[in-house]
């Protein structure tokens, strides 16, 4: 009896594998790779070997300094990469028409240039904005009164997903124009720890606050908290009709110029970077694709 069944037999496709691949081509960096899919560093070198084993043969190229593609690499992307793309918008597409409304994008300060970028990239009114409280950057994330968190990092908390991190800013010291440190181009640690500064008011988890309203600085010299704001324009609207000072990212400084505040680098505090975070059980069908695009612009 004929046992052969009466529609073509497709070969199994080593999906995984030709996702990593399809990234890591974009990136060409393992541990950016891992960030954007969510895995370690060391999956995604086993994806990749396991894709090579498959061919047989590389389709990188890897030393200590770069990633490169071979020409298999080359060969295959040509093909895999926009047809993975696609499989991705579709099924994207097909998840957020699921959802039936638009994702919902948490954001803290201000909206960056990459940001806007990504969500421009989005099919129109698909992304709605939300700006999260200063003091408050999980809450309503974990409550999925929102879809993606795009936050001033770092994040411990449990159920929230990292899916890049991206961003890195030296921080900077905002005073009023009337403040004696405004003439200047530069300031001492020691005059830092003399200044009153406005930290994050609201529920913010310790660990965060110490990475954004630092107590010391890197030579561990302690620094003095007297007021709270609930927002950065707040704090900024504080500074300016006080002697009180604001610690921010220089991005911030860039989206949030005033006439009658000065900004001044603050080289003794360690830099900033930004998450972009989803809830892992409730997930939106654009979250991933507005990653990979947000990826793109921040190179």
Known sequence: ?????????????????????????????????????????????????????????????????????TDLGRALAEQVVPAFRQLREGFDAARAAATDRPMRVGFQCAVYEPVAKAIACLPEGSAQLVELSWGDPFSDLSRAQIDVAIVLSPCREKGLQPMLEFSRQPMYLAVSTAH????????????????????PRGPVP?????????????????????????????????????????????????????????????????????????????????????VELLSKNVG
């Open 180 to 199: 004696r440190l405004a003439g200047e181009s530069s300031f001492s640690a020691g005059e830092l720890s003399e200044l009153a500064l406005i930290e």
């Open 1 to 69: 009896m004929d046992r052969t069944p009466p529609w073509p037999v497709i070969p199994e496709l080593p999906l995984q594998e030709l996702e990593c691949f399809s990234v890591l081509v974009h990136q060409l960096h393992f541990g950016r790779t891992a960030e954007i899919l969510g895995v370690t560093q060391g999956r995604v070198s086993q994806l990749i070997k396991r894709l090579e084993n498959r061919l047989g043969a590389p389709v990188f190229v890897r030393t200590s300094r770069r990633v490169e593609l």
């Open 206 to 290: 310790d660990y965060w606050r110490q990475v954004n309203a630092p107590r010391r600085t890197r030579d561990g010299i302690e620094l003095t908290y007297s007021a709270t704001a609930g927002t950065i324009q707040e704090g900024l609207s504080t500074v300016a009709s006080t002697r009180l000072g604001l610690l921010l990212c220089e991005a911030s400084t860039r989206y949030a110029p005033r006439p009658d505040i000065r900004y001044l680098p603050a080289p003794d505090l360690e830099p900033t970077t930004l998450l972009v975070l989803q809830n892992e059980r409730k997930q939106h069908g654009l979250a991933n694709g507005f």
